[in-house]
């Protein structure tokens, strides 16, 4: 090692741009007033653009991060953690079956995987009919203390109290059948049924098939939740109002004597289009406050207005956000709306994920190129240090090499071009770094995502292990939905992560 002029010390000084990373500063003790000091060096940050003349104007650290939007400091050790309240993880299609076919191998580990990958660590697995509800609690003992699961009858799915409806709830589906859950938009080109034909005999059967199969699976600890019951009038065409209703009232009246019985569930709720009549048949069950109602419950995939999602917060109900609530420049006012303490995040999938059409997706380009935007910032920093100590190097260098000179010629040893004799030759100058010229090269470079993939993306057809399947939306996904909702509220992640996490185990207890 070089060893430094008489008189100089180093210290090390912190470098806020490259964390557990230290610069060599250079220092003089502190010297009488009569006497002059050496000059100070420290090789920190600066930008380019302060040529440095001498080594005290290297002396600058760098301000660190500045607070976040809340007056709380940035935790860059903070790891989020996620619970997704609403997953169709016993669909098929996370299986590699579409609409019957067997398209790929069967991925599920995978996609349970990815979900830890990106800290989230508990799945709500959504029952909407028998057989899903059964589904899913199979996959909760199959990834157990991950995987959890509801049970219930969608809106979608209480066709089967009707007289018409033959075919057992029970029946494997048809290879041309529909998959357990339906899309989560509605479908305008669908006719309405308008009328129902309640079997009152066979309605009550199936509530009390559905009451064993809650009891049966309570004591496992893998049924956190009873639902996805509610109404959706925005999909007629799977089943009409009148039925809906029915379903849902004789769902909630099954939850009030279980809860009697000693047997408390919160609720997993859906409600599309029919505010209205869903606040009724709720409070005509639990009170006009809901105050019977001992575990409270969530309305997933909430797409209603700020009015809806108001008085169901007054009556204590919480929200679940996904791509479906993110949309609109509506939905995300009313997401802007939507209070801390009543959040729940979620991704429907293989539904419901964020789309570049959707209002949400601005949000992601915004912290995405806000995030690059730091990076270059940070890259230019480190290029400028580098810089500097390379400056502040050859400053000591040419420092030692003139006193050197000096002492010779006072010796009587100089030698020509006023080099030192010990030394032979001049300073070697700093090494230049090759520029990059191939344009071609540079042009051939796949360009870069707005908003980057965290895991490689391909279609169906193409299906390689380890890779998401294009339009099918994962439980991975789910810190894009917590990165909108913080970018819209104008808080860190951290808060939006920590404050779902809380309310999802207050309610569901999946700690």
Avoid at 88 to 112: E, S
Avoid at 250 to 266: E, K
Wanted: aromatic residues 4%; contains cysteine.
């Amino acid at each position: 090692m070089t060893s430094l002029p008489k008189g100089l010390t180093t210290r090390l000084v912190p470098t806020w741009t490259r964390p557990a990373r230290f610069s060599l500063a250079i220092h003089t003790p502190r010297t009488p007033k009569h006497k002059t000091p050496v000059p100070v060096v420290d090789l920190v940050p600066a930008t380019a653009a302060r040529a440095m003349s001498n080594a005290a104007d290297l002396a600058t650290v760098p301000a660190p991060p500045a607070a976040l939007a809340n007056g709380v400091p940035p935790r860059p050790d903070y790891s989020p953690r996620y619970i997704d309240i609403g997953i169709n993880l016993a669909d098929p299609i996370f299986r590699g079956r579409y609409r019957g076919k067997q398209q790929h191998p069967d991925d599920l580990a995978g996609i349970v995987q990815r979900a830890r990958d990106v800290g989230c660590s508990r799945l709500i697995v959504t029952g909407s009919s028998f057989k899903s509800s059964r589904d899913a609690l199979k996959l909760a003992g199959d990834f157990p203390n991950t995987v959890f699961a509801t049970a219930g009858i969608h809106p979608c799915s209480s066709a089967i109290f009707e007289r018409r409806h033959t075919r057992h709830h029970e029946v494997d589906l048809d290879d041309d059948a529909e998959e357990h859950t339906p899309a989560c938009g509605p479908d305008p080109t669908k006719p309405h049924a308008e009328d129902s034909d309640i079997d009152l005999a066979k309605s009550a059967q199936l509530i009390e098939e559905l009451r064993k199969l809650v009891l049966t699976a309570e004591p496992t600890n893998a049924l956190v939740a009873l639902g996805e019951m509610g109404l959706d009038y925005d999909r007629l065409h799977f089943c009409s109002a009148s039925t809906q209703r029915h379903a849902f009232a004789a769902q909630l009246a099954l939850v009030a004597d279980l809860a009697a019985a000693g047997h408390q569930l919160p609720l997993f709720l859906h409600s599309r289009a029919a505010h209205a009549d869903f606040l009724r048949l709720l409070k005509d069950q639990f009170g006009p406050t809901l105050e019977k109602l001992p575990r409270g419950g969530v309305v997933h995939s909430f797409t209603g207005t700020m009015a809806e999602a108001q008085e169901m917060m007054d009556l204590g109900l919480y929200l679940g956000v996904n791509g479906c609530s993110l949309k609109t420049m509506e939905n995300c006012d009313v997401v802007r709306a939507i209070r801390l303490d009543r959040l729940m995040l979620e991704t429907d999938g293989p539904w419901c994920e964020v789309r570049p059409t959707h209002e949400g997706w601005k949000y992601l380009v915004k912290v995405a190129e806000a995030a690059r935007t730091k990076a270059e910032e940070a890259e230019e920093a480190r290029k400028a240090a580098e810089k500097a100590a390379e400056d502040a190097a050859r400053q000591v260098a040419e420092q030692a090499a003139q006193e050197a000179a000096a002492t010779a010629t006072a010796d009587g040893n100089a030698t020509p071009n006023g080099v030192a004799a010990g030394n032979g030759r001049p300073p070697r100058p700093p090494r230049q770094k090759k520029q990059n010229n191939n344009g071609a090269n540079n042009n051939s470079k796949k360009k870069e995502p707005v908003v980057p993939e965290r895991f490689k993306v391909v279609k169906k057809e193409k299906w390689v292990e380890g890779a998401m399947v294009k339009g099918r939306n994962e439980p991975c996904t789910i810190e894009r939905i917590a990165t909108i909702v913080a970018a819209i509220k104008g808080v860190p992640v951290e808060e939006v992560c920590e404050a779902a996490w809380a309310n999802t185990v207050k309610v569901f207890g999946t700690a």
